[in-house]
């Protein structure tokens, strides 16, 4: 007798309700597919990957491609990705883009860009595929169109493909809105540098962000107030030392672009003799694992649970379920805590 045979002797079903259940179809209830599987356990019954893939021409394997594989965001996107799609027995296929050439070149001066779309896609070595924060071009979305895989992008729309997005520009306004209604006039930007304005533009799109909730208080925003960094705690902190020690400028407010450059604004406050949020409150974006431990206020763009999202979605286009592709709006929080208080002499103290 087969051990597949075995395990549907003692979970009480077929040896196709096996099949199916190990390979986590929709058609198979809860309650059967955890017999199975508990039958499967006790029986040490493994499916094997290439005989399932051969069988039903599916890897059960998810390509993500991701621009950064050194940043807290991305690790967070990441995570939420691999439990999920782990929870529902697919492996994941990691791809890193060098982001150093962007969608607006043409792809042939990218050689690894260019080889992931004309070479590795075609492969058949994955199901579907995830991009995170990649704007892709017409030629890589023709490339993702021809070999008929379900996508799913997270950061910014893009035409035919189902897309998670984040509304940088309407994140950056209550966080600078946050500070106005705190009393704070005389507020600081920490922008993401030119690396970043790659895909999407996100630092510029939080930069206008800023720009605006100024203007609609009625404060024309100051050049001398914007200094820009890469995103990191060591880039916040240098560049909070440059702006706090310019003397044209005295902000009572500083809103960063990352929490961690937030972070590294608090540390360089603190090294210059400046008490936070007494001389000078402090907001980031981002819902960073360290934002509590530091009591940073920050606005919470839930990064596990983007790639969490985007894993369900992708999990119903390969059971078949393809609506027409659009953009959905990814959910943002103020959480405040103690990096922000009213400014100095504000009737709000």
Known sequence: MTKIQKVADL????????????????????????????????LGYVVSANASSLASGKTRNVGVVVPF?????????????QRSLADAGYDLTLYHLDPNVGQDRPVEENPRRRR?????????????????????????????T???????????PLPGIQTLS??????????????????????????G??????????????????????????????????RTADFTIAGGYDATLQLLGDPRVHPTAIFAASDEMAIGAMLAARDLGRSVP??????????????????????????????????????????????????EALPYELVVRKSTGPAPGSSRR
Not at 24 to 39: F, I, L, M, N
Not at 121 to 130: F, K, P, S, T, Y
Not at 146 to 156: L, R
Not at 168 to 178: G, K, P, S, Y
């Open 69 to 81: 594989i050194d940043s807290w965001f991305f690790i967070a996107v990441l995570k939420g990705i």
């Open 116 to 144: 992931l779309f004309d070479e590795f896609l075609r492969r058949g070595r994955v199901d579907a595929l995830i991009a995170v924060s990649l704007e892709l071009n017409r030629a890589e979305l023709d490339s993702l």
């Open 193 to 226: 540098d030119q690396d970043f304005e790659i895909d999407f533009h996100l630092p510029a799109h939080r930069r206008a962000g800023w720009e605006e909730a100024l203007a609609r208080a009625g404060i024309t925003p100051d050049p001398l107030m914007l």
């Open 146 to 156: 021809a070999i008929k895989k379900p996508v799913v992008g997270i950061g910014g």
């Open 11 to 42: 979970a009480g079903v077929s040896t196709a309700t096996v099949s199916r259940a190990l390979a986590g179809k929709s058609s198979v209830s809860p309650a059967t597919r955890s017999r199975v599987e508990d039958a499967a356990r006790e």
């Open 278 to 327: 007494e001389d000078l409150s402090i907001i980031g974006i981002d819902g960073h694992e360290l934002s509590d431990f530091f009591s940073l206020t920050t606005v919470d763009q839930f990064p596990e649970v983007q790639g969490r999202h985007a894993v369900e979605i992708l999990l119903h286009q390969l059971d078949g379920d393809r609506p027409e592709p659009g953009n």
């Open 166 to 191: 984040l509304d940088d520009h309407e994140v950056a306004r209550l966080a600078v809105d946050h500070l106005l209604a705190l009393g704070h006039r005389e507020i600081a930007h920490l922008a």
